[in-house]
């Protein structure tokens, strides 16, 4: 009998007959980085928790789901330069990701998915999934909290949250504020800040690299003024209520056993 829908509250041989029943397994992915003079280094991490923690519990109530540990230190090689900031680089975080899914095949489990919460991880998260999926007999998924939710999310853009998600602007100070308001520095909420515009060709997929802008400036991408606990509160429950969705559609495209070839 599953008592709990954490990976690491269980046993080994709980978890292997989770897995062999066919039941998913969801690796929540995020970071510890600089986020500007006001946000906590774990700004990710606190968001990361917080949605898909809730939105595995609630969508466990009726998918076959497990969370792993989350993984908290991602790639973060574009904050190092400011300080406070952990970080793999791209190679190795890929093939921790490639490591972590391996385990889980040989845990048993032939569905697992990544949910990310840190723009630094996404291309490696998703050729992760997409390597494992070729190399083993198994389902993948994965996206990041904001693609997963940006519908709902799209109507709170035109209002002071800011640039979603942004990196340490009113967005992410919010979602901070609901969730541990006395880790947010709000002397230092700077009301001028420019807000970062991202260089672009016109064409949709091109991505322009220029060193420096790719943090905002000074580290962060919009002012926080205007963020609030009440907003955050908002955005959290869109968040994981999307979270749910999504993952309860992901179980449905994955019900058809993985192809052997
Ligand atoms: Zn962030």
Redesign the pocket.
């Given at each position: 009998m599953i008592r709990s829908h954490l990976f690491h509250a269980l046993t080994r041989d709980q978890i292997t007959a989770f897995a062999k029943s066919g039941g998913a397994v969801v690796v929540p992915l995020a970071?510890t980085?600089q986020?500007g003079p006001h946000?906590p280094v774990y700004?990710?991490s606190m968001?990361c928790e917080s949605v898909v923690t809730k939105a595995v519990q609630l969508a466990a109530e009726t998918v076959s789901l497990l969370m792993t540990p989350m993984l908290s230190i991602g790639c973060s090689e574009h904050h190092k330069n400011f300080g406070g900031t952990l970080s793999f680089t791209s190679t190795t975080y890929l093939q921790m990701l490639s490591d972590i899914g391996n385990s889980l095949v040989q845990c048993g489990f032939n569905k697992i998915i990544y949910i990310n919460?840190?723009?630094g991880n996404e291309p490696l998260m998703q050729q992760a999934a997409n390597d494992l999926a070729v190399k083993h007999a198994v389902w993948t998924a994965s996206a990041s909290y904001w693609r997963i939710a940006s519908e709902v999310l799209h109507e709170y853009r035109m209002t002071e949250a800011g640039i979603i998600?942004?990196?340490?602007g009113a967005f992410?100070s919010s979602m901070v504020m609901a969730i541990r308001r006395e880790w947010v520095d709000e002397m230092s909420f700077k009301k001028d800040h420019p807000s970062v515009s991202w260089i672009g060709t016109g064409v949709p997929g091109t991505f322009v690299g220029k060193h420096g802008i790719l943090t905002g400036h000074d580290g962060y991408t919009d002012s926080p003024i205007g963020a609030s606990e009440e907003k955050g509160q908002v955005y959290i429950e869109a968040i994981t209520s999307s979270l749910v969705q999504w993952l309860k559609t992901v179980l449905h495209t994955m019900k058809e056993p993985p192809d052997e070839q």
């Amino acid at each position: 009998m599953i008592r709990s829908h954490l990976f690491h509250a269980l046993t080994r041989d709980q978890i292997t007959a989770f897995a062999k029943s066919g039941g998913a397994v969801v690796v929540p992915l995020a970071a510890t980085e600089q986020h500007g003079p006001h946000l906590p280094v774990y700004t990710d991490s606190m968001i990361c928790e917080s949605v898909v923690t809730k939105a595995v519990q609630l969508a466990a109530e009726t998918v076959s789901l497990l969370m792993t540990p989350m993984l908290s230190i991602g790639c973060s090689e574009h904050h190092k330069n400011f300080g406070g900031t952990l970080s793999f680089t791209s190679t190795t975080y890929l093939q921790m990701l490639s490591d972590i899914g391996n385990s889980l095949v040989q845990c048993g489990f032939n569905k697992i998915i990544y949910i990310n919460a840190h723009g630094g991880n996404e291309p490696l998260m998703q050729q992760a999934a997409n390597d494992l999926a070729v190399k083993h007999a198994v389902w993948t998924a994965s996206a990041s909290y904001w693609r997963i939710a940006s519908e709902v999310l799209h109507e709170y853009r035109m209002t002071e949250a800011g640039i979603i998600p942004g990196h340490a602007g009113a967005f992410e100070s919010s979602m901070v504020m609901a969730i541990r308001r006395e880790w947010v520095d709000e002397m230092s909420f700077k009301k001028d800040h420019p807000s970062v515009s991202w260089i672009g060709t016109g064409v949709p997929g091109t991505f322009v690299g220029k060193h420096g802008i790719l943090t905002g400036h000074d580290g962060y991408t919009d002012s926080p003024i205007g963020a609030s606990e009440e907003k955050g509160q908002v955005y959290i429950e869109a968040i994981t209520s999307s979270l749910v969705q999504w993952l309860k559609t992901v179980l449905h495209t994955m019900k058809e056993p993985p192809d052997e070839q």
